[in-house]
């Protein structure tokens, strides 16, 4: 079955610190990767996500993430964090066959803080 | 619409009541898709909806909870005689296209459900 863990529930790093956050899955086959990141009051925006291809994948707000298919991991990082990175980031795994199509697994989410 | 609304955005109810859950996609789309987000956990799939039919309801957590989609836009999800576990964040999200997991979802910014 498929399933996504997030080891850390809390992280805090000082503003300009460098920032990853982990995230392992547990699929059949090649998952379709995402990250989210959910701040106060907000829904859910997509980061970023990798389905084929290039195994380093760009998305926004200056984050990249790394698909290891040895490690089934998909880690989320960024080389020098803002005060308005503080939010809530899940990952998520995309089921893309059988009764299950579209729908997507999260993780349990990563909380990150900033300090000034 | 420029984005996935739901309303309430807040409601508070008491143990035994039904509760009506409002989702209004972005316009065009074609998947609905509903969540809930218990406090520390990550988001659970609850149902999909492709057009006004429901392919996948196997979320669903009970009997108790039922949801519709009416003109290819708006959901309702519906949860009879309340229980305090069913306190949560329920979430909805669109995407374009037919269930798929490459499709984006765009999430709406939830209803926190808090039953007394």
């Known amino acids: 079955a498929q399933s996504v863990t997030q080891p850390d529930i809390h992280i805090t790093v000082s503003e300009g610190a460098s920032l990853e956050l982990r995230c392992n899955y547990s699929?059949?086959?090649?998952?379709?990767l995402f990250w989210y990141v959910q701040s106060p009051g907000q829904g859910l925006q997509l980061l970023l996500k990798?389905?084929?291809?290039?195994?380093l994948v760009q998305g926004i707000k200056g984050f990249e993430a790394e698909f290891k298919r040895s490690q089934s991991s998909f880690n989320l990082r960024k080389p020098s964090v803002h005060w308005s990175d503080a939010a809530e980031y899940f990952c998520?795994?995309?089921?893309?066959?059988?009764?299950?199509?579209?729908?997507?697994?999260f993780g349990r989410g990563t909380q990150l803080t900033v300090w000034p | 619409g420029a984005g996935v609304s739901q309303s309430p955005s807040n409601k508070v109810t008491e143990k035994g009541k039904d509760v009506e859950l409002r989702c209004d996609p972005i316009?065009?789309?074609?998947?609905l898709y509903w969540y809930r987000q218990r406090l520390g956990q990550g988001l659970e799939f609850l149902i999909y909806?492709?057009?006004?039919?429901?392919?996948?309801k196997s979320g669903l957590p009970s009997d108790r909870f039922s949801a519709e989609r009416t003109g290819e836009s708006v959901s309702t999800l519906t949860i009879q005689r309340t229980q305090q576990e069913d306190s949560a964040v329920y979430l909805c999200?669109?995407?374009?296209?037919?269930?798929?997991?490459?499709?984006?979802?765009?999430f709406g910014p939830g209803t926190r459900l808090t039953v007394l």
């Open positions: 999200a669109s995407s374009l296209a037919g269930a798929a997991a490459y499709n984006e979802q765009f």
């Open positions: 699929y059949g086959a090649t998952p379709y």
């Open positions: 990798y389905f084929s291809g290039d195994t």
């Open positions: 998520a795994v995309g089921a893309y066959e059988g009764s299950t199509l579209g729908r997507l697994y």
């Open positions: 316009s065009g789309h074609t998947a």
């Open positions: 909806f492709q057009g006004n039919s429901a392919p996948d």
